[in-house]
């Protein structure tokens, strides 16, 4: 799975979209790109996951660069119980013949500010 | 809602004793882990399962032996507890590589 980059820690405003960058410039054509927070305390929580098409659920969006080598999260409208730090992950797609787990690395620790 | 339930929040044990952290999951999935967590280190890979009776190692097996007996159910077994096995211990399914569910955690402490 490809390495990602991401900075360690970040601040934003509630009520205002807080964007998370990530730097995946090794990514290879069919690993996606996956986004998971962990809250403090808690176990981590899956967000959303892409291959190269934007994506929005309820939780969050995420835009992918054309050349996939980068990628942001963005929360629309941060609350205070948005801080956690946030995990950015690439892989590749399910093949079969058993799973393997995911990789984390440090994350970017958001915070939100009232 | 999918949910995976650790049987313990916090746990303290005292060093030498048989550990067992119990998983279960309520989504039928097939694939199941245990990661442990320790600051500086993020998460790492302790064992894995893809089926019933199957289990693979994950980045750091030394010291832990798992079991699945039934799909829903990975326990994770600390066959004589250590210090440096103090630690978040957290248990996660998925169904494929999409997606995977974590529990709340186990906080343990070994003394």
């Known amino acids: 799975d490809a390495k990602t980059t991401q900075p360690t820690s970040m601040d934003c405003a509630e009520g205002r979209a807080a964007n998370l960058p990530c730097n995946h410039s090794t990514i290879s054509g069919n690993e996606y790109v996956y986004w998971y927070r962990q809250i403090h305390s808690q176990g981590p929580q899956y967000i959303i996951h892409g291959l190269k098409n934007n994506e929005t659920n309820e939780m969050a969006s995420l835009i992918i660069t054309e050349d996939r080598k980068s990628s942001t999260l963005i929360l629309p409208h941060a609350t205070l119980r948005d801080t956690a730090v946030y995990y950015c992950?690439?892989?590749?797609?399910?093949?079969?013949?058993?799973?393997?787990?995911?990789?984390f690395g440090k994350g970017t620790h958001l915070i939100i500010q009232p | 809602d999918v949910k995976v339930t650790q049987s313990s929040r916090y746990l303290v044990k005292r060093t030498g004793e048989k550990v067992f952290l119990e998983c279960v999951q309520d989504m039928d999935h097939e694939n199941m882990f245990w990661y442990r967590q320790d600051p500086g280190l993020g998460l790492r890979l302790i064992y894995f399962s893809y089926d019933v009776k199957m289990k693979e190692k994950g980045d750091i097996p030394e010291g832990y032996s798992v079991s699945r007996e039934k799909k829903e159910r990975f326990s994770l077994i600390l066959e004589s507890a250590s210090t440096n096995q103090t630690s978040m211990y957290l248990c996660?399914?998925?169904?494929?590589?999409?997606?995977?569910?974590f529990g709340q955690g186990t906080r343990l402490t070994v003394v």
């Open positions: 996660a399914s998925s169904l494929n590589r999409a997606e995977a569910f």
């Open positions: 992950i690439v892989r590749a797609p399910y093949s079969g013949g058993g799973a393997d787990g995911l990789t």
